[in-house]
């Protein structure tokens, strides 16, 4: 079985602080995807990555970088924390390739609340 | 206008009705996925599929490329069955997601 494990269920952070949220698979995934998913705009992406190293951006980037050094983890992070992003983060990943072909694995989620 | 709209938002079924949950999409796709999220989160997938049918269980998953859409079914609904549906229409190595359909089914 595929497992995407996120580091955190619940987070709560203060305002101004740097924020880390981790991601690591167990299947040798090249795709890893970051998403946040809040009431009424259903799943939106943050950014994802295709190899080591690599990142782009997805529709929401703002306010969020990514590092992704191995193949297995992908981290999120907040620079400066603030309250509109608290929200659920989710994890995903995926074989090489184009999404069509390739079922997207997720993690359980972390619930941030940024006071 | 959203890439991907679901419908309804939310539905509540008495157990053993029959259910439909529809999605629509305007971005050129090959494939669908439909996507399963339990209260606490996580997100599971039921199915993708690129044309016709498809059948798990008690669910089945419908397409039509022509027309754009594709209808999640479930026969003899549960109350196990409550959770949010999800519909995903790949685009390059992205999704794009509908809002989401929240089920509830009452014993």
């Known amino acids: 079985d595929v497992k995407v494990t996120q580091s955190s269920r619940y987070l709560v952070k203060r305002t101004g602080e740097k924020v880390f949220l981790e991601c690591v698979q167990d299947m040798d995934h090249e795709n890893m995807f970051w998403y946040r998913q809040d009431p009424g705009l259903g799943l939106r992406l943050i950014y994802f990555?295709?190899?080591?190293?690599?990142?782009e951006k997805g529709d929401i980037p703002e306010g969020y970088s990514v590092s992704r050094e191995k193949k297995e983890r992908f981290s999120l992070i907040l620079e400066s924390a603030s309250t509109n992003q608290t929200s659920m983060y989710l994890c995903?990943?995926?074989?090489?390739?184009?999404?069509?072909?390739?079922?997207?694995?997720f993690g359980a989620g972390t619930r941030l609340s940024v006071l | 206008k959203n890439e991907v709209e679901q419908s309804p938002q939310n539905l509540t079924a008495q157990e053993g009705e029959f259910i439909t949950i529809n999605c629509s999409y305007s971005?050129?796709?090959?494939?669908l996925h439909w996507l399963q999220q339990h209260p606490g989160g996580g997100i599971v997938s039921l199915f993708m599929l690129s044309s016709g049918k498809k059948k798990h269980g008690r669910l089945i998953a419908t397409i039509n490329i022509q027309e754009k859409h594709s209808s999640l079914h479930i026969t003899a609904s549960h109350p196990r069955d409550s959770a949010v549906y999800i519909c995903?229409?790949?685009?390059?190595?992205?999704?794009?997601f509908g809002t989401g359909t929240s089920l509830t089914v009452i014993p």
């Open positions: 995903a229409v790949p685009s390059g190595n992205q999704f794009y």
């Open positions: 990555s295709y190899d080591v190293k690599m990142k």
């Open positions: 971005v050129g796709i090959s494939a």
């Open positions: 995903a990943s995926s074989l090489m390739g184009v999404a069509a072909k390739n079922i997207q694995y």
